[in-house]
């Protein structure tokens, strides 16, 4: 196991990763519940911050819908799982602020000072760069199921895809795909992020911390990714207005699983 983390460390410029701890199964029911307790804390900033998540998106799903690209709406929001770790940058600060009993406002969440900034921004460029990659794919699965039929609005949609031969294939084979490359940004960003936040370390030791996580951690991570996919799905599902509860309390949460898996430097 040390000869596999020495590995890691040369990979993440000649630096070994940090301790990693091994896990309950029951860990991410804790995280949950230290999240909803940090919200408790700070009601008004953490709701604040769901507020404005739910104006983006619901100011994105009214752009598509202007340009006719309803169709577009299930595949970005399968996509907000690709990058909702950056989005939640401000619950990490909140979380590590309530931690360490210090004041938390407004401005602090808003614009977080991390320690590793360009790193951050770096991991995000990938993450955001795997979302467009995710839509791309959708768009191609799309022609390859549909043909050079043109994207229909939504309403049209939905019944093509769950009442036709075609529409059932481009359903699966979607799924499996969209799910593998979730799986992929969950494993490099599910600690990345706030390390990054927290920490100066490089953008390479971090996802590697990260994809270490999971693998030692693999089925308890397993449940954590489908928490998050659980919870993000039902924020979707009311219209994005269970996001207002749903986001920061998954960023809440999420800070409390970085502290558990990654020991202190």
Do not use: K
Request: charged share 10%; with cysteine; aromatic share 12%.
């Amino acid at each position: 196991m040390s000869d596999m983390s020495s590995q890691f460390g040369a990979a993440g410029g000649g630096a070994r990763l940090p301790e990693i701890r091994t896990i309950r199964a029951d860990a991410p029911w804790v995280w949950l519940a230290r999240g909803w307790a940090d919200m408790s804390s700070v009601p008004a900033i953490s709701l604040a911050y769901g507020v404005g998540f739910f104006l983006i998106s619901l100011l994105l799903v009214c752009a598509l819908f202007l340009f006719n690209l309803g169709a577009l709406v299930p595949v970005m929001a399968a996509g907000f799982l690709l990058v909702g770790p950056m989005l939640a940058v401000g619950m990490y600060e909140a979380s590590r602020r309530v931690e360490a009993d210090l004041p938390v406002r407004l401005a602090d969440v808003a614009f977080v000072s991390t320690r590793s900034p360009a790193q951050l921004a770096f991991l995000g460029a990938m993450l955001m760069g795997a979302m467009l990659i995710w839509v791309r794919i959708a768009t191609l699965l799309f022609a390859l199921f549909f043909g050079t039929q043109t994207m229909p609005q939504l309403d049209e949609f939905v019944p093509a895809l769950l009442l036709t031969p075609h529409g059932l294939g481009l359903l699966v084979v979607g799924t499996v795909v969209g799910g593998a490359l979730a799986f992929i940004c969950f494993a490099i960003s599910v600690v990345s992020v706030p390390m990054l936040m927290a920490r100066d370390v490089d953008a390479v030791t971090a996802a590697l911390t990260s994809i270490e996580t999971v693998r030692r951690n693999f089925w308890p991570m397993m449940i954590w990714g489908w928490i998050i996919a659980f919870f993000t799905a039902f924020g979707i599902a009311t219209l994005f207005v269970g996001l207002i509860v749903v986001f920061p309390l998954l960023g809440h949460a999420t800070w409390h699983a970085y502290r558990a898996l990654v020991a202190e430097s």
